[in-house]
């Protein structure tokens, strides 16, 4: 695609597409992590089981690494992206129909090989699309994916309060996810490019591989507040039924609030004090919920968690995508997949120290990992 021949308007009807896109991820995974508490009790596991069951979605991510990169240098992003989305909201509806836990099992699965084809491709979309603009605009195409999350919160906990299971809930976000996608296929960024020998991935270099771990570290962190913010407060802040949601929802809300701020604050203050700032806020929230788990406290905590790790993964991804010692979509495949095994791994392991000490415990050792981004940010060169 030549860029710099695209018409202003075509610009702008791309970052939509973009948005939409990021949009229907977020709705999509959203909603399975809002009934992960429903579908835990369905099937009788415990924390320890649960945090099992929640490995095999690394295990389809580690299985999608070598194709989905493979695929996307074959094909381009904007074709693997349609495809991933709709068996990504596919694979949501087999999970509220699973009645056993080896369906489960296999769902999960397939569900974490569909959700990073998603994640590598829609990202690789959004760089193509900031490339168009003279300043950032990837932290707001996450700030979406936030914000659609938000409304998957919402959504769920209304399909809680009525006592709709979660089968006919995730087959209303599969219909719309695929009208979502359809809509938005044709206004992608048509990437294919000719066949040559570059690799589909590449061990990123010193400078890269330190964006990657900081993504790691927050992405455990945001990944713990999707998969057990509910969880949290419904055993540890004994929430009231209609309320332990509400940990989560606050979580959402300052998360894309963050996002949709974060390309402005990191212009004013710099990317090292932003991320800096990010990880103490995280590690802050984290804490409070954990030394004050009441109702009121717990939801303030989870809001600077929100705040915390809402411009990480945004200002890491733009980072790497301006590399100098590797193409930009090689080095943000690399740092993405880095950065989304910490999202996918961190609740599984939540879930073996709950089992093993408590939940309260786990979300302490969690919190180590936002004073780990601060730590490595201030170490890392940082424009």
């Given at each position: 695609m030549n860029s710099a021949a695209l018409p202003t308007t075509k610009k702008h009807v791309l970052r939509i597409a973009v948005g939409a896109v990021f949009f229907v991820a977020g709705l999509i995974f959203a909603s399975?992590?809002?009934?992960?508490?429903?579908?835990?009790?369905?099937?009788?596991?415990?924390?320890?089981?649960?945090?099992?069951?929640?490995?095999?979605?690394?295990?389809?991510?580690?299985?999608?690494?070598?194709?989905?990169?493979?695929?996307?240098?074959?094909?381009?992003?904007?074709?693997?992206?349609?495809?991933?989305?709709?068996?990504?909201?596919?694979?949501?509806?087999?999970?509220?129909?699973?009645?056993?836990?080896?369906?489960?099992?296999?769902?999960?699965v397939l569900f974490g090989f569909a959700s990073n084809a998603v994640n590598i491709s829609v990202n690789t979309q959004a760089v193509a699309a900031e490339q168009l603009y003279k300043r950032p605009i990837l932290a707001s195409f996450h700030g979406l994916w936030s914000l659609a999350g938000f409304t998957g919160a919402g959504i769920g906990t209304l399909m809680i309060g009525k006592g709709i299971t979660p089968l006919y809930h995730f087959c209303i976000i599969m219909l719309l996810a695929m009208a979502g996608t359809l809509f938005s296929y044709r206004y992608l960024a048509h990437d294919k490019g000719p066949a040559d020998d570059t690799p589909a991935f590449a061990w990123p270099d010193r400078s890269l591989f330190k964006l990657g771990i900081i993504a790691f570290c927050s992405l455990i962190c945001e990944g713990a507040m999707f998969d057990w913010s509910v969880i949290y407060f419904k055993k540890i802040v004994l929430a009231p039924g209609a309320w332990i949601g509400a940990g989560y929802t606050a979580f959402m809300c300052t998360m894309a609030t963050g996002r949709f701020v974060a390309d402005y604050f990191a212009h004013r203050f710099g990317i090292k004090i932003t991320l800096q700032l990010s990880g103490l806020l995280t590690a802050t929230g984290l804490f409070v919920a954990v030394l004050f788990p009441h109702l009121y406290t717990a939801i303030l905590g989870f809001m600077l968690v929100g705040f915390g790790v809402s411009s990480v993964v945004p200002l890491i991804y733009s980072t790497a995508g301006k590399s100098a010692t590797m193409p930009a979509g090689m080095a943000l495949a690399a740092v993405s997949t880095i950065g989304f095994a910490g999202f996918l791994a961190g609740p599984p392991i939540i879930g073996f120290l709950a089992g093993a000490f408590s939940l309260r415990v786990s979300f302490t050792l969690i919190a180590v990992m936002g004073l780990c981004v601060t730590a490595i940010a201030t170490k890392a060169k940082l424009n």
């Open positions: 399975w992590a809002s009934r992960i508490a429903t579908i835990q009790q369905e099937l009788g596991l415990n924390d320890a089981q649960l945090g099992g069951m929640l490995f095999s979605i690394p295990v389809g991510l580690m299985l999608s690494l070598p194709f989905s990169g493979w695929i996307i240098t074959k094909v381009g992003s904007r074709t693997v992206l349609a495809f991933a989305l709709v068996a990504y909201s596919i694979t949501l509806a087999g999970l509220g129909s699973a009645a056993h836990v080896y369906q489960l099992i296999a769902c999960l």
